[in-house]
């Protein structure tokens, strides 16, 4: 029996072609059909809100003028490097400047790093600025910034002490230095 049923499968696998493949057919559903829930539209009331209360500024203005403007500007630049320019307010404060670029003697780099001393362009600066305090003091300043550094000048600058006395010199001591005594010398050893 078992020779019959494997001989019987044999006959029907060399009957069935090997590209066989079943068809599947997909199955087909009816559509669904159900109504829409229908919601109430919410309704908001409108925030009422306070209008922000700031309360005024506790501190007083520092000073006499309410609204400083500017009353004159310049503003000027050369093509040689050279600028100035100039402002003044209606609390009289007033700045003026001047730049100048100028040869002088400084470092330089090379492209590699390497340090050199020689000519180098610098800019050098002049200028003066003039305003009043809250207390009514006025003030000037002038300065000037070059190879010398920076120079201010005014009124109301620290000034270093001037000492009046002279510097203690240290006292000389007149005494001879003991000399050691002088031997005979003659020339003694090997080759001599």
Not at 6 to 16: D, K, T
Not at 79 to 84: H, I, N, T
Request: aromatic share 14%.
């Amino acid at each position: 029996m078992k020779l019959l049923f494997v001989a019987a499968f044999l006959a029907v696998a060399a009957a069935v072609p090997s590209s066989y493949k079943p068809e599947y057919k997909a199955p087909s559903y009816p559509a669904p059909s159900y109504t829409a829930p229908k919601y109430p539209t919410p309704s908001y009331p409108s925030p009422a809100y306070p209008a922000p209360a700031y309360p005024a500024p506790a501190y007083k203005k520092d000073n006499k003028y309410d609204d400083i403007t500017i009353t004159s500007q310049s503003d000027e630049r050369n093509l040689d490097g050279s600028s100035q320019w100039s402002y003044a307010q209606s609390d009289y404060t007033t700045r003026e400047e001047s730049q100048v670029q100028k040869k002088m003697q400084g470092v330089t780099y090379d492209s590699y790093g390497k340090e050199s001393y020689g000519e180098v362009l610098g800019n050098t600066n002049k200028g003066s600025s003039y305003w009043v305090s809250p207390e009514g003091q006025k003030f000037t300043l002038t300065w000037t910034a070059d190879e010398a550094g920076f120079q201010p000048k005014g009124d109301h600058l620290p000034v270093a002490p001037v000492h009046e006395y002279e510097l203690p010199v240290a006292p000389v001591h007149e005494y001879e230095l003991p000399v050691a005594p002088a031997l005979p010398y003659s020339r003694t050893g090997p080759g001599y």
